[in-house]
């Protein structure tokens, strides 16, 4: 199942001001995995950055100038999207910004069914605690040190990685390190990350395994 990690950057808070998205970050995973196939662009957003905003995520209005519109990118971004659950920390905020956008330019509005949003299962799972995306990060021992800003490609990098956790699907990662004295030409420094789904087997696997066993048994040991 193909599902995208998506994040926003907005000019401030509320759409009721009049705020805009900057910045869109999505990352498609494939049955939990992160593939290659991301979505990035930085947007002009037609208005002024607030000084809250920017203290956030440090995009000036000098930098965001120059940049797409939503109107011109809103086409490969709803292709990126479509068909896919969208995994969202702070949902409302991200899909509201969206569907604003969308719907200033005419467009279809993101049916919010089709949204899981992260901040509700950590709600769920660690009632009272807290349960940003850092706080999340410093739960699960992710190393979010590179997020001195808020950045949306970031961002998703660093949900996929809570999001994992979050549904307890993470398999550890596995360090792998050889090192023979004497030849640095042998070292061998491997770092794997993966995850994967634990499937439980049918009846009849589980009746043709104790076949197989009794049958390699006798050979063994008879």
Same mark, same amino acid.
């Given at each position: 199942? &193909?599902?995208?990690?998506?994040?926003?950057?907005?000019?401030?808070?509320? !759409?009721?001001?009049?705020?805009?998205?900057?910045?869109?970050?999505? !990352?498609?995973?494939?049955?939990?995995?992160?593939?290659?196939?991301?979505?990035?662009?930085?947007?002009?957003?037609?208005? &002024?950055?607030?000084?809250?905003?920017?203290?956030?995520?440090?995009?000036?209005?000098?930098?965001?100038?120059?940049?797409? &519109?939503?109107?011109?990118?809103?086409e490969d971004f709803l292709l990126f999207i479509k068909d896919k659950k969208l995994i969202i920390h702070n949902a409302d905020f991200d899909i509201a910004h969206l569907n604003n956008e969308l719907a200033l330019i005419g467009k279809d509005k993101i049916d919010k069914s089709n949204v899981l949003d992260t901040l509700e299962i950590a709600r769920n799972k660690f009632p009272g605690s807290q349960i940003s995306l850092d706080a999340l990060c410093k739960r699960y021992r992710i190393d979010?040190? &590179?997020?001195?800003?808020?950045?949306?490609?970031?961002?998703?990098?660093?949900?996929?990685k809570v999001y994992i956790n979050l549904i307890d699907q993470k398999e550890p990662t596995l360090n792998f390190f050889n090192n023979t004295k004497n030849s640095s030409d042998n070292r061998i420094n491997q770092n794997i990350s993966y995850f994967k789904k634990i499937i439980k087997p049918t009846p009849e696997e589980i009746k043709l395994h104790k076949k197989f066993l009794k049958s390699n048994l006798k050979k063994n040991f008879h």
């Amino acid at each position: 199942m &193909k599902e995208i990690v998506l994040d926003t950057e907005t000019t401030g808070l509320s !759409i009721k001001d009049g705020h805009r998205i900057v910045e869109i970050g999505c !990352i498609e995973l494939d049955n939990l995995v992160p593939t290659s196939n991301k979505f990035h662009c930085y947007l002009n957003p037609e208005r &002024k950055v607030s000084e809250k905003a920017l203290e956030v995520h440090g995009y000036t209005n000098e930098f965001l100038g120059d940049k797409k &519109k939503f109107r011109e990118i809103v086409e490969d971004f709803l292709l990126f999207i479509k068909d896919k659950k969208l995994i969202i920390h702070n949902a409302d905020f991200d899909i509201a910004h969206l569907n604003n956008e969308l719907a200033l330019i005419g467009k279809d509005k993101i049916d919010k069914s089709n949204v899981l949003d992260t901040l509700e299962i950590a709600r769920n799972k660690f009632p009272g605690s807290q349960i940003s995306l850092d706080a999340l990060c410093k739960r699960y021992r992710i190393d979010n040190s &590179k997020r001195e800003k808020h950045t949306a490609l970031l961002d998703c990098e660093l949900l996929t990685k809570v999001y994992i956790n979050l549904i307890d699907q993470k398999e550890p990662t596995l360090n792998f390190f050889n090192n023979t004295k004497n030849s640095s030409d042998n070292r061998i420094n491997q770092n794997i990350s993966y995850f994967k789904k634990i499937i439980k087997p049918t009846p009849e696997e589980i009746k043709l395994h104790k076949k197989f066993l009794k049958s390699n048994l006798k050979k063994n040991f008879h």
